[in-house]
């Protein structure tokens, strides 16, 4: 077997059991200690039952020029559900194109049909990050939304927390027309961050850069900051996660799309760190 292929098989292998394995490696209700993080390290097996141990990281930058299939070092799923764990509609796509980039040759590119009934998700998955509070949190990314429908309560940035039942921070579009971006976030997680003063519509058909930046906290002292093409759009104190937990996973694409409406997203060059990203 060739060195090529066999690396491949591994990382099918690790990505398939990640998700069991990262559930719970530690006591229900006992409070978590968050000093070293090689407390946290993932085990699992590859495809031959040999045992792999992966070391969580905070750092992850892709520019989608060698595609989206999984590996450890990169995307871990793409998921196409409805909602829950229902299955999306069959036309749901996640894949790299050339239609619009903003580096290189690729980008990805999420589609998702018309759906009065439902929400649509197409969207990539990464794993493995560990983001505990006290820590920072930056994530940036350019997006190209084309048309000029209503993106109102449409997602395209989840943080989450796999071992509290996935719940986290999510940036989407609120107003009229879905003209701005916002902080959403169920109540455990804190106060949702909405631009209230002289809000900054964001562009349609071109790319846009969002960078986000979270010093992580359940309590007062966690930080909101968002930049939409530079300009600094929320500037928040307050919580941003639920308590005795860390963010260890990212969705990037249409992480929902509660709008009813067809719609495309373009993505690229998505980085997370938890030091500034210029
Ligand atoms: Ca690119």
């Not at 069959?90 to 690729?106: I, K, L, M, P």
């Not at 010093?215 to 966690?222: P, R």
């Not at 759009?233 to 799309?257: C, H, W």
Request: with cysteine; net charge neutral; charged share 25%.
């Amino acid at each position: 077997m060739s060195r090529r292929t066999r690396v491949l098989l591994i990382s099918v292998g690790v990505i398939a059991s990640v998700g069991m394995l990262i559930a719970r490696p530690w006591g229900r209700g006992q409070p978590l200690d968050f000093s070293d993080p090689d407390k946290f390290l993932v085990r699992t097996t590859d495809g031959s039952g040999k045992e792999l141990v992966l070391k969580r990281v905070n750092d992850f930058a892709s520019d989608f020029e060698t595609g989206i299939a999984r590996k450890i070092e990169g995307w871990h799923q793409t998921l196409t559900l409805s909602s829950g764990t229902k299955s999306g509609n069959a036309a749901n796509r996640v894949e790299t194109t050339t239609e619009q980039v903003h580096s290189g040759e690729f980008s990805l590119k999420t589609y998702t049909p018309k759906d009065p009934n439902d929400l649509q998700k197409a969207t990539l998955l990464r794993e493995l990050f560990f983001f505990p509070p006290g820590s920072d949190c930056w994530y940036s990314a350019w997006y190209f939304i084309p048309g000029q429908a209503s993106i109102e309560n449409l997602f395209i940035f989840d943080l989450e927390a796999t071992q509290n039942h996935g719940l986290g921070r999510r940036l989407m579009f609120t107003g009229r027309n879905g003209q701005y971006l916002m902080l959403e976030g169920k109540r455990s997680t804190g106060p949702q961050y909405a631009q209230k003063e002289n809000p900054v519509a964001f562009p349609r058909n071109q790319w846009v850069h969002v960078k986000l930046h979270l010093h992580l906290s359940a309590s007062g002292d966690g930080k909101v900051e968002l930049w939409q093409d530079g300009k600094l759009v929320l500037d928040k104190q307050g919580a941003n996660m639920p308590s005795n937990t860390f963010y260890d996973r990212i969705e990037v694409g249409q992480t929902a799309n509660t709008t009813h409406q067809e719609q495309t997203v373009y993505v690229d060059d998505v980085r997370v760190s938890d030091k500034p990203i210029e």
